[in-house]
T-cell receptor, first 116, second 114 residues
Framework: GAGVSQSPRYKVAKRGQDVALRCDPI?????LFWYQQALGQGPEFLTY????????KSGLPSDRFFAERPEGSVSTLKIQRTQQEDSAVYLC??????????????FGEGSWLTVV | QKEVEQDPGPLSVPEGAIVSLNCTYS??????FMWYRQYSRKGPELLMY????GNKEDGRFTAQVDKSSKYISLFIRDSQPSDSATYLC??????????????FGTGTLLAVQP
């Protein structure tokens, strides 16, 4: 399909392991967001890209979290030295616009991370 | 205190019932108000979008925003079993070009019983 694609869909990591989560946004979309959704909670903002520029990373919980979008399309969220509290669904969203008001944001199905 | 408060439920209703879902918020600068539906193990999908105060209707769904009370609602008429999902309210500011990140409520789990 032409939606936002995320991989892997499910990942089990041992505590201390590094993980990388990939997002393929809708082709041509300028804006890309990462959100973290803990069980029973709403999504929480992590970071925002406009093309290849990371304009807002205020939601990244620690310096173990790192995101990149080097060519302005595919993005990777990397978590180093995973801890149990990192267990969550990581949602990627994209939008065709650079000024995003909320009605044009499309979410992927998420990457489910479990840290054991 | 969270910026956006939402009763997590769960809420169970019989088929055909009218469902009322609500959120309150504390930041008076929010201008865009959304309702998302999230099925189990799926990403959120936009259901309703409202700018500033007022009502918006789309089929069986009506969204209401009362900025003076900092309160938003979603009404579902003639509820169907296929409406069973988690409903998330979300809000954003208007910075005109800066990040308009969405601030979500915790979500309300709705079950419509056939």
């Amino acid at each position: 399909g032409a939606g936002v694609s995320q991989s892997p869909r499910y990942k089990v990591a041992k505590r201390g392991q590094d993980v990388a989560l990939r997002c393929d946004p809708i082709s041509g979309h300028v804006s890309l967001f990462w959100y973290q959704q803990a069980l029973g909670q709403g999504p929480e903002f992590l970071t925002y890209f406009q093309n290849e520029a990371q304009l807002d990373k205020s939601g990244l919980p620690s310096d173990r979290f790192f995101a990149e979008r080097p060519e302005g399309s595919v993005s990777t969220l990397k978590i180093q030295r995973t801890q149990q509290e990192d267990s969550a669904v990581y949602l990627c969203a994209s939008s065709p616009w650079d000024s995003v008001s909320g009605n044009t944001i499309y979410f992927g199905e998420g990457s489910w991370l479990t840290v054991v | 205190q969270k910026e956006v408060e939402q009763d997590p439920g769960p809420l169970s209703v019989p088929e055909g019932a009218i469902v009322s879902l609500n959120c309150t918020y504390s930041n008076s600068a929010f201008q865009y108000f959304m309702w998302y539906r999230q099925y189990s193990r799926k990403g959120p999908e936009l259901l309703m979008y409202t700018y500033s105060s007022g009502n918006k209707e789309d089929g069986r769904f009506t969204a209401q925003v009362d900025k003076s009370s900092k309160y938003i609602s979603l009404f579902i008429r003639d509820s169907q079993p296929s409406d069973s999902a988690t409903y998330l309210c979300a809000m954003s500011l208007n910075y005109g070009g800066a990040t308009n990140k969405l601030i979500f409520g915790t979500g309300t789990l709705l079950a419509v019983q056939p």
